[in-house]
């Protein structure tokens, strides 16, 4: 596209819509004769509009080609278009500018693409979309530039100590900009303004930023000016102990909702369902405070694309099960990478179809909507584009079923924000006690997996009794640090008959992690610390010294494998149930033998108040569960889960197989998502074969004047025989391939 076409583009948006028609049994597009008009068709036509809110809000499928800086060169964008309208995807995202502008822009240092000669990619790529009835978000790159607008504004970019800009790593010819600059301020509200001009686009996202990970310390001279106010230099550790890193993280907190709202509010300028959308994600691991940002969020779009390493499968589920802690059933989105994202990544070749697979099925498991990705504009490898289809396919074919109301979990899990956040980083000086930040949640969620327990997070800034009061019991895997508020949140849920389950150091320290004498909860746990941490330390044990149900199944041994780290505690006079063994040495043979073969010194405290019981445990358990995949600890932390929650889950799934299961109230009726991980790549390569599961007996109680006609496995594609007596409803499923869905209408 020339100058003058690109002008008569925008003359256009302000005279009427050209007449585009889709032609509804055949789905072919009819096109009026290019005058320059083609980029604006969409704007007649409203797809997904939807009475209950915003399109975002009742997408299902969506979308993202993520083209290069070459790819002008030889992208095709109706082939594209084709593609994603055989996906049945609401909404693709398209690369419009930030770094590069993939359109003939006017704004000052946007660096045009290399390769973009007379063409207007963005706006073919649009148009594209609009012709098929798909929604274009505009995607951009917030976080680096060219060096021509560092010598012209030196001010937008971020700063080491010795004032040096701070280069890109593997691509050093761009710079990395600061967030507290105009740059996010004022250069990139004129592009968003830009492109608002031009092209009928219904949001934009930007990439990488503000991201859930740590907290960059930046020496620009803004940031410098901001430490002075907040009283101090930047600091060298970006450690919660230290004060002024306290007031730099609220500061934080506070630009990424400013800035996170003006680009909302500029979205708005073209349209009122036009939005803005940052990148989030980071699964479990999190620092920056989430629910803060949820209050700015119309939609949330979780950045979690695959795993490396030893990750377990069920990563991606649990980053939808964080996402809907703070969203609660607003719009999240997850990027599904299908190229192989693990490390070493290969951007250009697919992930294995198993594992893309059961990662865009954990996606909308967990209640979030899955958005398909591929990089570069011309593929060489085109084996992810059937996996995509086939799954998208089925979505469609069934997608009032995924039409969330509210989850049936009645078990939750605080997501201790602020512990994940502050208690245990990398990096800082943490005592030798501390594990991963995530480690504990890890081990407590292995442990549900293997119960087959339906449960919820539950953001910790979101502890309130009006959302605790659906839940038979709360779990707590080491809240260390933790307000007064909501540990009084949380006593007053137990004496309102809620039943507790909680770890270690839970609520030993303030939010801030400033030491508490004792933990806050210790009226509620009935027991008290009684000195520092002791541990790191293997081969000590828990010794059974009185019959419980928390220790049912374990026949012939009178000892339990100990939890590497403990608080050592006392306990309001209750009967001992497990008892320490403190650590001895493990080698070599002849000196393996307890120097204190029996204390008095509680493992845990077990109680029962009114309907309430708690469950505390003093050692790390979840965390040891996990670090040593020992199985006598899970089962220990599931009798345990058991124990607090009771009797008669809302629904209960019996088998063989480890899998992970949702349950969830739906627009038609119910809808039970069973995920099989019984796999030899489960935590670790990817999956490539899947090992299907024999039959599963399910009890799904519904609401009691609900009468249940069909029941229906929607992967399988197969109605099922099943029982109603009352409010339950049973039924076998005869097996799980990768994932399944049955819906009960
Ligand atoms: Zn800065």
Not at 2 to 22: C, G, Q, V, Y
Not at 296 to 306: E, K, T, Y
Not at 418 to 434: D, E, I, L, Q
């Amino acid at each position: 596209m020339n100058r003058r076409s690109f002008l008569l583009t925008t003359a256009s948006l302000i005279s009427p819509p050209a007449d585009f028609l889709r032609n509804a049994a055949t789905g072919e597009i009819s096109r009026p004769a290019d005058d320059g008009r083609n980029l604006v068709e969409g704007l007649a036509q409203a797809p997904n509009v939807s009475s209950s809110g915003p399109w975002y809000a009742v997408m299902r499928r969506c979308g993202q080609i993520n083209y290069n800086d070459r790819d002008p060169l030889t992208i095709d964008a109706e082939a594209w278009g084709d593609y994603w309208a055989s996906l049945k995807v609401d909404a693709v995202l398209l690369n419009g500018g930030g770094i590069v502008a993939f359109y003939p822009t006017q704004v000052p240092h946007h660096h045009r693409s290399e390769f973009l000669g007379t063409r207007d990619l963005f706006g073919e790529m649009v148009a594209a979309m609009k012709r098929r009835r798909i929604r274009a978000v505009a995607r951009m790159d917030c976080n680096l530039a060219y060096e021509d607008a560092l010598k012209a504004h030196p001010e937008w970019f971020e700063r080491n100590q010795d004032g040096s800009p701070r280069p890109h790593g593997e691509s050093p010819w761009l710079f990395a900009t600061c967030m507290f600059s105009t740059y996010f301020s004022e250069q990139m509200p004129a592009i968003y303004r830009e492109i608002n001009q031009h092209y009928p686009i219904d949001g934009f996202f930007t990439n990488g930023w503000p991201s859930t990970g740590a907290l960059p310390v930046c020496y620009c001279k803004n940031c410098r000016r901001l430490f002075e106010k907040l009283g101090g230099v930047p600091p060298t550790e970006t450690d919660a102990s230290n004060p002024l890193y306290r007031k730099y993280y609220e500061a934080y907190m506070d630009r990424v909702q400013e800035i996170w709202h003006l680009w909302d509010n500029i979205a708005h300028e073209r349209n009122p369902q036009s939005v803005y959308v940052g990148n989030l994600g980071g699964g479990l691991d999190t620092v920056k405070d989430l629910k803060q940002i949820s209050q700015v969020a119309a939609w949330f779009n979780a950045d979690h694309q695959g795993r490396s390493g030893e990750t377990a499968i069920w990563d991606c589920a649990q980053q939808g099960r964080v996402a809907y802690s703070v969203m609660q059933g607003r719009t999240v989105t997850n990027v599904a990478g299908a190229y192989s994202n693990a490390q070493p990544t290969w951007r250009h070749v697919s992930k294995a179809p198993a594992e893309l697979t059961l990662w865009l099925a954990q996606s909308t498991a967990s209640g979030m909507v899955p958005w398909f990705h591929w990089l570069g504009g011309s593929p060489e490898d085109t084996r992810w584009r059937e996996v995509g289809r086939s799954f998208f396919d089925w979505l469609a074919a069934n997608e009032a079923h995924f039409r969330n109301r509210h989850s049936l979990a009645d078990v939750a899990v605080l997501y201790p924000q602020r512990t994940v956040a502050f208690y245990s980083r990398p990096n800082s000086r943490r005592p030798r006690h501390r594990g991963g930040p995530i480690d504990y949640l890890q081990g407590l969620y292995y442990a549900l997996l293997e119960g087959r327990f339906f449960f919820d997070f539950v953001h910790e800034g979101d502890l309130n009794p009006v959302t605790l009061r659906k839940y038979r019991a709360l779990l707590i895997p080491n809240a260390a640090y933790l307000g007064d508020t909501q540990c009084n949140v949380i006593r007053q849920y137990v004496k309102d008959g809620g039943s507790l389950l909680a770890t270690f150091e839970t609520s030993r320290y303030t939010e801030w992690g400033d030491s508490r004498r004792d933990f806050q909860l210790a009226d509620v746990f009935g027991a008290h610390a009684a000195g520092e941490v002791i541990g790191p330390k293997g081969n000590s044990y828990a010794r059974m010294e009185a019959q419980h149900p928390i220790l049912e199944g374990f026949k012939g041994t009178a000892l339990l494998p100990g939890a590497e780290n403990r608080v050592s505690i006392t306990a309001d006079s209750i009967p001992l149930v497990l008892s320490v063994v403190p650590a001895y040495p493990a080698f070599p043979p002849e000196m393996v033998y307890p120097r204190t073969p029996r204390t008095t010194e509680p493992a845990a405290v077990f109680r029962e108040i009114g309907n309430s019981r708690v469950a505390y445990f003093a050692g790390d358990v979840d965390r040891t569960c996990w670090r040593s995949g020992n199985s006598d600890l899970s089962q220990l932390l599931q009798n345990a889960i058991r124990w607090v929650s009771g009797p008669d889950s809302v629904v209960s799934v019996n088998g063989v197989g480890l899998i992970e299961a949702f349950a969830w109230e739906t627009e038609p009726g119910y809808a039970l998502h069973l995920l099989n991980y019984t796999n030899p790549n489960m935590t670790h390569g990817a999956i490539r074969n899947i090992y299907p599961l024999g039959p599963q007996q399910v009890r799904f109680r519904v609401n009691e004047r609900r009468s249940i006609k069909t029941v229906r496995a929607l992967r399988a594609a197969t109605n099922l025989k099943f029982q109603q007596q009352r409010e339950t409803v049973t039924f076998e499923l005869p097996g799980i391939a990768d994932y399944e869905v049955v819906a009960l209408v």
